[in-house]
């Protein structure tokens, strides 16, 4: 076998986007003729993959795959550019591979599927990408649950949960999904998000137009409505009765969320 020089390799690399692996094996395969090397790349679909990687996948699966004890539960997103893509049995296909490799190894596995990754990008003609990756582990009596919101499953949650039932895991993995939390409780959300919030709400004329002394009170009311009822799980009105908070429907069957990951394919 021809031995290829890096910088060749790097050509190589620069004019067509393709893997470093898959630009030595072409020119090994074509013994280090460039147009060969080229022309070997666009017939495996990897050229021009930098070009693809730079484009948006709002499409695409979540899927996940829990223990049926509850003990383990992981999670990925796999997106591509289009809905007849994110539908093609070959797409499907590195999404279970890829989910795989992350309950096998946990996050980080994906990575040593990029060169198939790119060669599949490649063959389909859009940027395929692993949009994101969580596996979870239960501790100290927890459960993990995991929803994904159908039919196209471009929405899903990872949840781990003390006490309460499966259904209730359920529910709130459901909740997780529509309302897009970003903390579980206020002693989560971190002091400068607090206050940055408290300066911009003080400084709306909703708030400059009433008397300086009732001021404070307004803004600590607009903080619990607007930021925590809005970013703070517990905090947030119960889409299963709206009547009830999170932190209610949790606490009537003791039950507490330990952790929770949100994926979401989107423009």
């Given at each position: 076998?021809?031995?290829i020089?890096?910088?060749?390799?790097?050509?190589?690399?620069?004019?067509?986007?393709?893997?470093?692996?898959?630009?030595?094996?072409?020119?090994?395969?074509?013994?280090?003729?460039?147009?060969?090397?080229?022309r070997?790349?666009?017939?495996?679909?990897v050229?021009?993959?930098?070009?693809?990687?730079?484009?948006?996948?709002?499409?695409?699966?979540?899927?996940?795959?829990?223990?049926?004890?509850?003990?383990?539960?992981?999670?990925?997103?796999?997106?591509?550019?289009?809905?007849?893509?994110?539908?093609?049995?070959?797409?499907?296909?590195?999404?279970?591979?890829?989910?795989?490799?992350?309950?096998?190894?946990?996050?980080?596995?994906e990575?040593?599927?990029?060169?198939?990754?790119?060669?599949?990008?490649?063959?389909?003609?859009?940027?395929?990408?692993?949009?994101?990756?969580?596996?979870?582990?239960?501790?100290?009596?927890?459960?993990?649950?995991?929803?994904?919101?159908?039919?196209?499953?471009?929405?899903?949650?990872?949840?781990?949960?003390?006490?309460?039932?499966?259904?209730?895991?359920?529910?709130?993995?459901?909740?997780?999904?529509?309302?897009?939390?970003?903390?579980?409780?206020?002693?989560?959300?971190?002091?400068?998000?607090?206050?940055?919030?408290?300066?911009?709400?003080?400084?709306?004329?909703?708030?400059?137009?009433?008397?300086?002394?009732?001021?404070?009170?307004?803004?600590?009311?607009?903080?619990?409505?607007?930021?925590?009822?809005?970013?703070?799980?517990?905090?947030?009105?119960?889409?299963?009765?709206?009547?009830?908070?999170?932190?209610?429907?949790?606490?009537?069957?003791?039950?507490?969320?330990?952790?929770?990951?949100?994926f979401?394919?989107s423009?």
């Amino acid at each position: 076998m021809a031995e290829i020089a890096a910088a060749l390799v790097k050509e190589l690399r620069d004019q067509t986007g393709a893997p470093m692996m898959d630009c030595k094996r072409a020119l090994q395969e074509t013994n280090g003729d460039m147009e060969g090397a080229v022309r070997v790349l666009r017939e495996k679909g990897v050229a021009g993959a930098a070009k693809r990687a730079e484009r948006e996948t709002p499409e695409g699966k979540v899927g996940y795959r829990l223990a049926e004890d509850g003990k383990r539960g992981t999670m990925v997103a796999v997106g591509g550019e289009t809905e007849p893509v994110s539908n093609n049995d070959e797409f499907l296909a590195f999404a279970k591979k890829v989910l795989e490799a992350v309950e096998r190894s946990g996050p980080g596995a994906e990575k040593d599927l990029e060169d198939e990754r790119a060669q599949l990008a490649g063959k389909l003609g859009e940027n395929i990408a692993v949009a994101g990756a969580a596996r979870f582990e239960a501790v100290d009596g927890g459960r993990v649950a995991a929803y994904a919101h159908p039919p196209r499953n471009k929405i899903g949650v990872l949840l781990q949960l003390r006490g309460g039932s499966d259904e209730l895991a359920r529910k709130v993995a459901m909740h997780i999904a529509a309302m897009r939390p970003e903390w579980i409780g206020r002693d989560d959300v971190p002091a400068e998000d607090v206050e940055r919030e408290r300066q911009i709400f003080g400084a709306t004329d909703e708030v400059q137009s009433k008397p300086e002394q009732a001021r404070e009170k307004i803004v600590e009311g607009m903080l619990n409505k607007r930021f925590f009822g809005a970013s703070v799980l517990i905090d947030q009105d119960w889409i299963h009765d709206s009547s009830k908070k999170v932190g209610q429907a949790l606490a009537e069957e003791g039950a507490e969320v330990l952790e929770f990951e949100r994926f979401e394919l989107s423009a």
